[in-house]
């Protein structure tokens, strides 16, 4: 790449789209995006610690390859030469799959997960795993926020959502359950995007409670959102939970054909914010007005308990599939997750059931809401990132609507005292690509984005 073709920005600073679009352009190579990527973790792993493995020879030799293939004229896929970097509760046949716990160490899947072979058939390069809490949940990893290593990153995606944010790759899968994609976003200063319940196979992950287990992901533009679920919502028939032809469109995210309508929703979880959190997203929404129209809207009644109902699902589950786990290895799990596992065991049979039967009306008394706006708005977190390391903080913000299955997004668009905040806008099911545009929209016009122009 000669000198005058250089970007303004090093190979690893570049968003997916732009990498993608300079290596088909022959402007970057795969080899010098790879090596700027691997650059800056040599440079700043010990301050992040945001992997649980990469093979540095390996991530050179697929990258050598990559250009190799394009310069012989080969189809190229979307994601072709670019790194992805993966949760390390997603399986990888290159990699180890420990789920963050040592009751696991060593563990190696002889099979990639369905989303990993999709990236590769994408062309992506695997780019190595990155650091998730204990099984996913609440007991911390090694990981550090790159905005202030003496604060927490948020779980459990906390990995992946450190190394997009730090530039040490581009791209990220993570996965939520209550919160674990949105509120790492929020801390970290990156885009996180929960797609709807069943978009993406879950087949080789971890599953925690499979009525909420989502795989989504980190990125640094709304388009590379859209890029990723391109590359990964192929329909699988294994995932009983995946709906057949819901694949993500590959049509370009445009403007919407009108200003945007917006629900400011505090929704159950407001009394968990700090004050300059409230503060800031009343602000922001205040901001717009101009703009879009942003209403503030409340849920309806029922949704006084709602929050309750996602930790009754989830807990049940974690005592179900973490129970035998922590039973038989009770010096290497955590008391948290014991006390977790003891609280979803009081679950009865009912009470599980009638919280996974009450999703459903909950879903449609919210419909008058999805009628009447394009998305919600509401905050990703209680506030910004909490000093320490010893806690991930709370998922209230996100659980409801991961309860209910419904796409969301955090865009790192506040900022209080020098340290990120999300704004998470939430779209009806089945409709993320729409939120997308809302998304895109929303980051082209906020005055302050940290969010570069996709």
Same mark, same amino acid.
């Given at each position: 790449?000669s !000198?005058?073709?250089?970007? +303004? ?6 968003s997916?789209? @732009?990498a ?13 995006l790879v090596?700027?990527?691997l650059? =800056?973790?040599?440079e700043?792993d010990a @301050?992040?610690?945001?992997?649980a ?34 949760? @390390? ?8 799959? !420990? ?6 160490? /060593?563990?190696?899947?002889d ?8 990236l ?6 695997? *780019? ?9 949940f609440?007991?911390? /990893?090694?990981t ?12 459990s995606s906390?990995?992946?959502a450190?190394a ?5 790759v ?12 949105? =509120?790492?976003?929020?801390y ?6 929960k ?7 879950r087949v080789g992950?971890?599953?925690?409670s !499979?009525?909420l287990?989502t795989i989504?992901?980190?990125?640094? +533009? ?5 890029? &990723? ?9 294994a995932?009983?939970? &995946?709906?057949?032809?819901?694949? *993500?469109s590959?049509?370009?995210l ?6 945007p309508?917006?629900? *400011? ?10 004050a300059?959190?409230?503060?800031a997203?009343e602000?922001f929404?205040? +901001? ?5 129209e942003?209403?503030?809207? !409340?849920?309806p009644? @029922?949704?006084?308990?709602?929050l ?13 599939n ?9 010096d290497?799990?955590s008391g ?6 003891a ?9 599980y059931t009638?919280?996974?039967a009450?999703?459903?009306?909950? $879903? ?8 009447? $706006? ?16 010893g806690?991930?903080?709370?998922? &209230?913000?996100?659980?409801l ?5 419904m ?9 209080i ?5 999300g704004?998470?806008l939430?779209?009806a099911?089945n =409709?993320?690509r ?14 302050s984005?940290s969010v570069p122009k +996709?």
């Amino acid at each position: 790449m000669s !000198e005058t073709e250089q970007p +303004s920005l090093a190979p690893a600073q570049l968003s997916a789209t @732009d990498a993608a679009s300079a290596l088909a352009a022959g402007t970057l190579t795969s080899e010098e995006l790879v090596q700027s990527c691997l650059d =800056r973790i040599a440079e700043r792993d010990a @301050d992040v610690l945001a992997f649980a493995h990469f093979d540095a020879d390996l991530v050179r030799a697929e990258a050598k390859a990559a250009d190799a293939a394009r310069k012989r004229g080969a189809a190229m896929g979307p994601l072709a030469g670019v790194p992805v970097a993966i949760k @390390d509760i997603i399986d990888t046949a290159d990699y180890p799959t !420990e789920n963050g716990t040592p009751v696991f160490a /060593g563990r190696q899947p002889d099979q990639d997960a369905s989303v990993v072979a999709q990236l590769k058939a994408a062309g992506a390069i695997i *780019f190595g795993k990155t650091v998730t809490t204990e099984l996913a949940f609440f007991g911390p /990893g090694k990981t550090k926020n790159p905005r202030d290593p003496s604060r927490t990153p948020g779980g459990s995606s906390s990995g992946s959502a450190a190394a997009v944010a730090d530039f040490q790759v581009p791209m990220a899968l993570g996965t939520q359950t209550a919160g674990s994609l949105i =509120r790492p976003a929020s801390y970290c200063g990156v885009i996180g995007f929960k797609p709807t319940f069943g978009a993406v196979s879950r087949v080789g992950v971890l599953a925690q409670s !499979e009525p909420l287990d989502t795989i989504g992901g980190y990125a640094r +533009s709304v388009g590379d959102i859209a890029l &990723m679920m391109q590359a990964i919502s192929g329909f699988d028939a294994a995932d009983p939970d &995946m709906a057949q032809g819901a694949t *993500f469109s590959s049509e370009p995210l445009t403007n919407p054909v009108r200003p945007p309508r917006i629900a *400011f929703i505090k929704s159950p979880a407001w009394p968990q914010a700090d004050a300059a959190a409230k503060l800031a997203i009343e602000a922001f929404a205040g +901001s717009f007005g101009a703009l879009a129209e942003i209403v503030e809207v !409340e849920l309806p009644a @029922d949704f006084d308990g709602s929050l309750r109902l996602q930790q009754i699902v989830q807990f049940s589950d974690i005592a179900r599939n973490y129970g035998p786990i922590a039973d038989g290895n009770p010096d290497r799990v955590s008391g948290k997750l014991k006390e977790i596992i003891a609280e979803g065991r009081s679950f009865s049979k009912a009470d599980y059931t009638a919280a996974r039967a009450d999703r459903e009306p909950l $879903y449609e008394s919210l419909q008058p809401v999805l009628n009447d $706006y394009d998305a919600i708005l509401t905050p990703s977190a209680p506030g910004v990132a909490l000093e320490g390391l010893g806690a991930t903080g709370s998922p &209230m913000f996100n659980a409801l609507w991961t309860y209910l299955g419904m796409p969301c997004i955090s865009l790192p668009l506040l900022d209080i005292d020098g340290l990120p905040l999300g704004v998470q806008l939430v779209g009806a099911r089945n =409709r993320d690509r729409d939120l997308l545009v809302i998304a895109k929209w929303m980051a082209d016009a906020a005055p302050s984005a940290s969010v570069p122009k +996709s």
